[in-house]
């Protein structure tokens, strides 16, 4: 498996992790848990597809020539960075969301991101 490839799973694998444990405060906080689950989720998803997008850019945009590449993963930088503003503006338009897990879940992937090195040497011991 080569190591772009590697990452994105141990990056995945990260997200699951602090969403679950992002999840667990919501249980004994008194809060709205439908808003704040829904957010959680919302937020992890975003997560998810920004990684997928951020995998995906990076490996097509191997294949191309410098001038190319570079405005290939500046367009799409630009579109993750849009996607996560309509999803917050979304949030706060919607009073059933809870803005503040959205914003948690979304940091899934800063955080995962962060953990990696520790993720990856977890994982390579095998």
Same mark, same amino acid.
């Given at each position: 498996m080569n190591e772009g490839k590697k990452t994105f799973q141990e990056l995945l694998i990260g997200i699951a992790v602090f969403a679950i444990l992002f999840f667990i405060?919501? &249980?004994?906080l008194k809060v709205d848990k439908l808003? =704040?689950? &829904?957010? &959680?989720? &919302?937020g992890t998803l975003v997560s998810v597809l920004l990684t997928f997008s951020m995998y995906s850019t990076i490996e097509k945009?191997? =294949?191309?020539d410098e001038k190319s590449a570079?405005?290939?993963?500046?367009?799409?930088a630009i579109f993750r960075l849009m996607l996560i503003i309509v999803v917050l503006l979304v949030a706060v338009y919607i009073n059933s969301i809870n803005v503040i897990t959205v914003i948690l879940g979304v940091l899934c992937l800063k955080l995962s991101a962060y953990m990696q090195p520790l993720t990856h040497k977890l994982l390579s011991k095998k």
């Amino acid at each position: 498996m080569n190591e772009g490839k590697k990452t994105f799973q141990e990056l995945l694998i990260g997200i699951a992790v602090f969403a679950i444990l992002f999840f667990i405060p919501g &249980l004994f906080l008194k809060v709205d848990k439908l808003a =704040y689950y &829904l957010g &959680l989720g &919302l937020g992890t998803l975003v997560s998810v597809l920004l990684t997928f997008s951020m995998y995906s850019t990076i490996e097509k945009s191997l =294949y191309m020539d410098e001038k190319s590449a570079v405005s290939y993963t500046k367009r799409n930088a630009i579109f993750r960075l849009m996607l996560i503003i309509v999803v917050l503006l979304v949030a706060v338009y919607i009073n059933s969301i809870n803005v503040i897990t959205v914003i948690l879940g979304v940091l899934c992937l800063k955080l995962s991101a962060y953990m990696q090195p520790l993720t990856h040497k977890l994982l390579s011991k095998k």
